[in-house]
C-alpha cells in the first residue's frame, strides 16, 4: 500500500478541491509526433506548423474557413431510413449511428451550407470523416442530390469537399447504388451550365473516389492527400510489384495529370474565388490575387511558348 497515493493524495484532493480539467486540450500530429494546442490547432486550419501536414478537419470548420466572414446556411437534408438492412456485426448498426452522431454533432457524413465565396454566391457540401469515417451511404447519397438541387435552383457553382473511406458497408449494396446516383447528380449540375469543383482531403478513397470526387470541371487537392479506389497495400499484393514512392498521394496524382492542382489549406479559400471568379468571367478580387514571388512546387507549372521551328541546315 503506498500511503501517499492512497491515503495523502485524497486528503489533499478534499482540502484544496479538484478542478474539471478538459480533455483533448492537446494533439499530436501524425506527420512529426509534434503536440499541438488545440486553440492553436483551430487557428492553424489543423495545419502542423512544424512539418506542414493536413490534418483531418471537421466539415463545421470547412465552411467557417471558406465563406465569407465565416457566415453561411445549413441546408436541411432529407430524412431517410437509418437501418434499412437492420445490419449487425459486433454492434448494432443503429447503435454505431447512434454514437456518430453524439460524438460529431452531425446526423450524418455529409453536410451542406450555403453562402457567399468571394462575394459569389455558392453551395458547399463538405464530409464529416469523423462520423464513421466519411463513408457514403443513402444519406450521403440524398444529401449530395439535394445539394446538386439547391445549386441548380439557385444558379450557384457546387463545390465538394470529399474525405471519406468509401461506401458504407452495413447498407450493402444500397450505399454502391449512391455511386450511380451521385454522378448522374453531378451531370446535372453540368447540364444547367453550373461550375462544379471537388477539393479532395485525406482520404479520398473507395466509391467515392470512383463516383462525383473524380469529375469535377477543376480539381483541387491538399498536400499529402491519399487519393485512390483500392488501398497501396491491396494493389501491391495484386499486381506483385513495388508501388512507387508516394502513390496515390496528391503530389503524384497531380504529376500524372489527375488533380488540376495541389494547394496549401491556408491559400485554398483565395484559390476557389479565383476559380470561381475566372469561370464567371469576373473581376478577380484584390484578396484572391496570387502574390507576387517564386511559385511553389505544387503550384501549376508554367505554360511555355511552342519552341521555334529549327531552321534547316545549310547545305
Partial sequence: MNWLTNFVRPKLRQLV?????????????PGCGQMIFHRDHEKDLHVCQQCGHHMRMPARLRFDMLFDEGRYEVSDLPETVSDPLKFRDSKKYSDRLKDARGRTGASDALSVAVGKLGGMDSVVAAFEFGFMGGSMGIAVGEGLLSATHLAVARQTPFIVVPSSGG????????????????????EEVRAAGLPYIVVLTDPTTGGVSASFAMLGDITIAEPGAVIGFAGARVIEQTIREKLPEGFQRAEYLFDHGMVDM??????????LIRVLALLDNRTVPPEAAPSAGTPSATDPPAVLPPPAAEEPPPE
Avoid: F, Y
Avoid at 480533455?23 to 499530436?28: F, G, T
Avoid at 461506401?167 to 453531378?186: D, F, N, P, W
Fill in 17 to 29: 478541491g479538484q478542478k474539471d480539467v478538459p480533455e483533448n486540450l492537446w494533439d499530436k500530429c
Fill in 167 to 186: 461506401a458504407r458497408m452495413q447498407e450493402g449494396a444500397l450505399s454502391l447504388m449512391q455511386m450511380a446516383r451521385t454522378t448522374i447528380a453531378v
Fill in 262 to 271: 495541389v494547394v496549401h489549406r491556408h491559400d485554398l479559400r483565395q484559390t
